[in-house]
């Protein structure tokens, strides 16, 4: 029996659980995938913006000023990478140049700090492969950019040092209150779970996980898929800024794009915005991968695309609201403008944590410190966890240590001697931390968004097998039973 | 800080030629370094028969290649340091190796970089679709079913007509994954004849020219691909659960990009020497530019190895013929004999007569080839208490409709060490008179 149990380990479902762990209390996180942040959490633009688009009087606006006091002190506990990089909201042609204006105005409201407007010369000496065509721009010097992963995996690792459960290959399918009035939770395998609190962080499931307990179906989630493009390292100095674009607001098909630096020193192009009805699939398209392109080109001129390393897409868990319309008494559909974070109003101890999306990322740590504290609330004394212990430190990068430390380092254990990835230089010893360590990798994307092994120029054709058989040897699975992601990924066919 | 007059980096053909064409001009004081557990580089992974006509004067596979050239190093006493990685190369010329023992810091006179290519992969087309499991190039397929005898699937579509493509078709279905389809853009076939009738024809392949893939499908594993016709955008879907690629080479810069040397657009940057931008350090072999035969690498490697040599004893850059396989002699519409280096393009006329050779032996060559349709077989075999393979060979070749059953035979054995190059591993395999031979020493 536990105390808490987190649907879904993404950031915000991580983060709630880090933030729980800080209290005496038995939590359960279960996923449903391969591994944590395998869904919204992964694929999306890894920016933690400034704070100019939110609207006042928000609890995203909340949640996002809170974040940005604490954010700091997190990336340093967690070991996160996170740069502050500015951004530059740029026009075009005059396209969509008063919403420059008006997102400057708000801004000074939502107190960003040092945004500004600057005219073509002065985009030109910040950013000087921009098109001579960007006339005028909004800069914001707090933008920043973190690897959505590393963020996620750390919180889950520190949670999990601190006492919390994970169990991934979890999917939740039915949910119940039993006679004691805990939740019982049955998961495809068959296995059920006993918990006094139930925190939906369930992304682009949490309708589903809502309505399987709660009568007060209130929303559904409507995913919005988005596609990008990743660049190789060569193409890493083109813009040191996240470069937005102003949107033409008659013609839907001149949305712009998002040309942004990655914490790995590539650039990132992208996002589409697609409804879509299958949030499971996450394939990329021709024509919107030209439209990301085109996108690019118009802002950067210059960027040269034939350094496409790989397409990715990943859904914006948006919500919809079901609401009473005042005259006609019918329930209509409207789009949800904040996020939804809050008790049910029918099921005691259930919490709702969706329609988190864009600045989601940004306001995980919040939204996480507000969950717990309901949770205190509901559960009433709650000791808290003396023994709890903030710091995690990341998988070393071999690559990154100076010469001294290096030779340390092998001499310590030889296993970093031996490099594995030729193009990212990821050892051995890298791959065996990061398998071994809490909240470790059991399949292959899992090994490379730890330590980016094959992730390089090459994409893992020199590394892949000896990727392998080192996960093989070490987690002693057949290797024909490895995985590249979820169950039916597996490399080789058995006889 | 240890000194070494030259280095030469990546022991592959071109490395191995260049290590020992330096030593044969009297550079002495020479280390090779090599970031796999053998010399050899990417031959040992290219079991195929056809390496070395030019170069060697004999039809090798590729771990027989890597041997004769491994041994001639070892005879000729140049160092070796295996298992060890380049880090890069500084403007003064110290090399940062790392391995197992620390970090090393070597200053070298002149140093080879000989690291080959790497693949281009599915992902560099910008193909849409999903990204799931089953999609390898021929080169990592080859890692995993010549060096380990993994199955990688029951049903695949190969992408590219080039040689590589070309001898993973004939690979998979020996490997009993059946061959769907061989995608290819061009309106003709990328690699060479005989490849395309001993790997393709002989099996009834289909390929589908014009065409590339367009799509990939499946959330998991891979579960179809839609195949576009690029002239009339016709499409089509093909179900299958694994796709290789061969879609050419392209030089692994991570080295120079480590050491900051000057790089036009996915080449290397070197004068006529062969010399790139720190002065002293030479490239050879696929590094410089795709080759088509390993035997041109191996000339290439020869011609770095003195060009080097002259730059350690004098300092100075020295012209020096250099030596290419001549392209005319690769025969386009014939089949090109590999008795011997003349590699004579026969072909047959419409009286029935062969054509085309110097030699008698052409006209045993081409009966033995179209005629009778004998073929080499090439697999590797199961080593006891090892997860390493065998590399092996038909000692001639083999009337064709015994392949399929020899092969069987051949899958199910297990040698154990030691095992010299050339010892039979299987004699008198199906009464055939052919005997199965060891392609390296273990």
């Known amino acids: 029996m536990y105390d808490v149990c987190i649907i879904g380990a993404g950031v915000v479902g991580s983060f709630v659980a880090r933030e729980l762990s800080k209290y005496k209390l038995k939590v359960l996180i279960l996923e449903k995938n391969s591994d944590v942040c395998s869904e919204v959490s992964k694929a999306n633009s890894a920016i933690f913006h400034s704070g100019y688009n939110n609207k006042p009087n928000t609890i995203k606006a909340k949640y996002y000023n809170r974040s940005h006091e604490i954010i700091d002190q997190i990336c340093s506990d967690l070991d996160i990478e996170y740069k502050k990089t500015g951004s530059l909201l740029v026009s075009i042609n005059n396209l969509g140049r008063d919403s420059i204006y008006e997102k400057y105005e708000n801004g000074v409201k939502n107190n960003v700090p040092g945004i500004k407007i600057l005219q073509k010369k002065e985009i030109l000496e910040l950013e000087p492969n921009i098109s001579d065509q960007a006339t005028l721009a909004l800069y914001a010097p707090t933008t920043g950019i973190v690897n959505p992963f590393e963020m996620t995996v750390a919180a889950c690792e520190n949670a999990m040092e601190n006492g919390v459960e994970l169990k991934l290959n979890c999917e939740v399918i039915g949910i119940s209150k039993n006679n004691e009035d805990l939740f019982e939770i049955k998961c495809k395998d068959n296995n059920k779970y006993f918990s006094k609190i139930l925190i939906n962080c369930a992304g682009l499931y949490t309708d589903k996980i809502n309505n399987m307990i709660s009568n007060d179906k209130f929303f559904e989630i409507a995913p919005k898929k988005g596609q990008y493009i990743v660049l190789d390292k060569l193409e890493g100095n083109i813009v040191s800024n996240v470069i937005f674009m102003t949107k033409d607001k008659e013609d839907k098909k001149k949305r712009g794009v998002i040309v942004s630096p990655t914490t790995s020193g590539n650039i990132l192009l992208g996002p589409s915005a697609e409804d879509t009805k299958e949030n499971d699939n996450t394939f990329t398209t021709e024509k919107k991968l030209n439209f990301i392109q085109n996108g690019a080109k118009r802002v950067c001129p210059s960027i040269n695309l034939d350094n496409v390393i790989t397409s990715f897409a990943g859904f914006r868990p948006n919500a919809n609201l079901f609401v009473k319309n005042k005259d006609t008494g019918e329930i209509e559909k409207e789009k949800a403008k904040d996020f939804i974070v809050k008790q049910s109003s029918d099921v005691a101890g259930f919490i709702n944590v969706a329609g988190i999306k864009s600045p989601g990322l940004t306001c995980a740590p919040a939204i996480a410190e507000d969950v717990a504290k309901m949770v205190v609330e509901i559960l009433g004394k709650v000791e808290k966890n003396e023994s709890f212990n903030p710091k995690r430190k990341k998988v070393v990068k071999f690559k990154n240590l100076d010469e001294e430390s290096r030779n340390e380092f092998i001499k310590s254990n030889k296993s970093y001697g031996n490099i594995i990835c030729n193009c990212e230089l990821i050892t051995e010893g890298e791959i065996l931390d990061a398998i071994h360590r809490k909240c470790g990798a059991t399949t292959l994307d899992g090994l490379k968004r730890r330590t980016r092994i094959g992730m390089g120029r090459c994409q893992g054709n020199f590394c892949t097998l000896k990727a392998l058989e080192i996960m093989s040897r070490e987690l002693k699975i057949p290797i024909e039973k490895l995985q590249k992601s979820n169950q039916g990924s597996e490399f080789f066919m058995g006889e | ?442």
């Not at chain 2, 001993?198 to 195949?227: H, L, Q, Y």
């Not at chain 2, 009339?232 to 690629?245: L, P």
Request: glycine fraction near 8%; include cysteine; aromatic fraction near 4%.
């Open chain 2, 1 to 442: 800080m240890e000194y070494r007059d030259l280095v030469v980096i990546g022991a592959g053909a071109s490395g191995l030629s260049a290590a020992l064409s330096a030593k044969n001009d009297g550079i002495d004081d020479i280390l090779i370094v090599e970031k796999d557990d053998m010399l050899g580089g990417i031959l040992n992974q290219c079991i195929h028969q056809g390496f070395g006509v030019h170069y060697l004067g004999e039809n090798l596979t590729g771990p027989e290649y890597a041997q004769i050239l491994s041994q001639k190093v070892y005879q000729n006493d140049i160092d070796v340091m295996l298992n060890t990685f380049c880090i890069d190369i500084s403007e003064d010329k110290i090399v940062t190796l790392t391995n197992e023992d620390g970090v090393h810091k070597i200053k070298a006179k002149s140093v080879i970089l000989s690291v080959g290519a790497r693949e281009r992969h599915i992902k560099e087309l910008k193909i849409p679709g999903s990204r799931p499991s089953g999609v390898y190039t021929g080169g990592l397929a080859q890692q995993i079913l010549n060096k380990r005898g993994y199955k990688i699937g029951k049903e695949a579509v190969i992408l590219g007509s080039g040689d590589i493509g070309l001898i993973m078709c004939r690979r998979l279905i020996l490997n009993n994954i059946k061959v769907k389809a061989i995608i290819e853009i061009n309106d003709k076939i990328g690699g060479n004849k005989r490849n395309f009738k001993e790997c393709v024809e002989d099996f009834d392949i289909p390929v589908i020219k014009n065409s590339t893939i367009c799509e990939i499908k499946g959330t998991e594993r891979v579960e179809a691909v839609v195949v576009k016709n690029i002239k009339n955008d016709e499409k089509q879907t093909i179900k299958c659960d694994t796709i290789i690629t061969s879609i050419g080479l392209t030089p692994n810069l991570t080295v120079p990009i480590n050491s900051n040397m000057k790089i036009d657009s996915k080449k290397i940057n070197m004068d006529k020497y062969n010399q790139c931008s720190i002065e002293g350090v030479f490239c050879c072999g696929n590094i410089c530019k795709i080759y088509s035969l390993v035997d041109d690498v191996s000339y290439d490697g020869e011609y770095v190895g003195k060009i080097a040599s002259e730059y350690i004893k004098s300092k100075k850059l020295v012209d020096i013929d250099k030596v290419e396989v001549d392209k005319s002699s690769i025969a386009t519409d014939g089949i090109t004999c590999l008795i011997c280096p003349n590699g004579c393009n026969l072909k047959q006329s419409s009286t029935g007569d062969i054509e085309g050779n110097l030699c008698e032996k052409g006209i045993e060559f081409f009966k033995d080839e179209i005629i009778n349709k004998k073929r080499s077989i090439t697999s590797t075999v199961k080593i006891k208490n090892s997860k390493d393979r065998l590399p092996i060979k038909t000692s001639k070749p083999l009337e064709f409709k015994y392949i399929y059953e020899a092969v069987n035979i051949i899958d199910n054995m297990e040698v154990s060490s030691p095992v010299k190059m050339g010892d039979i591993i299987i004699e008198n395999i199906l009464n055939t008179g052919v005997n199965i031979v060891s392609c390296r020493d273990i």
